[in-house]
């Protein structure tokens, strides 16, 4: 079985640096983490290869070529290969753009089934693993909770949907996007592997490569204009500790009713 996982690095809310000339992100500068519903697909497709090592597991991701190290890491955690999508031209590309720019990676290659993340922290509007879908005119399901069973024919797996929970057979290749609450665990990179070379199964793949056209990437070809974004700071709130007595029952009772939880 082959999967290829598809996951994004996002600026820490706690640490990021915001460019109000440009406004926007400079994600160069910001502290990235790998987004937490991306983290559980590959986290799956690990466990997967874990039980199977002909299993062939690649991550791919779109971003800065500062992302080069944390992608072969996960080289280091087992994967067999890992490819970084990353080209000054590609800044400012809308999710549409996005799709288009990773569909062209991947109408070349080879895997039963792509698993990424239905959600991202940076954007939240659950529309690349869709639109990848049906640009590479595969089945696909967002909002997966659990994958029961993914082989070369189908998957099988349960997804959330209105409140409501779906168990669904899907003909493969498709696209699967899971959520966070697979809450699966990834692991971390072993001591004896963390300086082990694996630039062999690494690639940096820019537009050098992919030949889309100008006004196909980037801020050109994204049909979306963002007219304004607004940076939410977070205040630091006071903490206050009290007694587990009557005293700091009684104290944590008033709280409640000054704001509002209590009408009693």
């Keep these: 079985m082959r999967i290829i996982c598809l996951v994004k690095y996002v600026p820490d809310t706690e640490k990021f ?18 987004n937490p519903d991306d983290k559980n697909a590959v986290a799956w497709a690990m466990a ?5 090592s002909s299993t062939y597991v690649e991550v791919v991701s779109m971003g800065p070529e500062k992302l080069e190290e944390p992608l072969k890491d996960f080289v280091r955690l087992g994967a067999d ?30 895997y039963d089934v792509i698993l990424t993340g239905t959600h991202t922290l940076d954007g939240g509007t659950g529309h690349i693993g869709p639109q990848i879908a049906e ?23 349960e997804a959330l949907q209105e409140k409501k929970t779906y168990r669904l057979k899907i003909q493969n290749p498709c696209v699967l996007s899971v959520t966070h609450q697979m809450n699966l665990r990834l692991g ?25 056209l100008p006004t196909q990437i980037g801020g050109k070809g994204s049909p979306t204009k ?21 005293e700091g029952i009684n104290e944590v009772i008033r709280f409640l009713k000054e704001k509002g939880y209590l009408d009693v």
Aim: charged share 30%; aromatic share 8%; glycine share 2%.
């Design 17 to 34: 640096e915001y460019d109000y000339k440009t406004d926007k992100i400079n994600r160069n500068a910001s502290r990235l983490i790998l």
């Design 48 to 52: 997967q290869k874990k039980q199977d």
């Design 81 to 110: 290969c890992a490819t970084l999508i990353s080209d000054r031209r590609f800044a400012g590309s809308d999710s549409l753009v996005t799709a288009r720019i990773i569909s062209k990676f991947l109408a070349s290659k080879d």
């Design 135 to 157: 640009s590479l005119g595969l089945n696909q399901f967002s909002n997966v909770i659990t994958i029961n069973e993914v082989n070369q024919a189908f998957s099988i797996v």
């Design 188 to 212: 971390f990179v072993r001591y004896e592997n963390i300086e082990k070379n694996v630039d062999d199964q690494f690639s940096l793949v820019t537009n050098d490569t992919l030949q889309l």
């Design 226 to 246: 963002v007219r304004k974004n607004v940076v939410v700071k977070r205040e630091q709130v006071e903490h206050k500790v009290v007694g587990v007595d009557d």
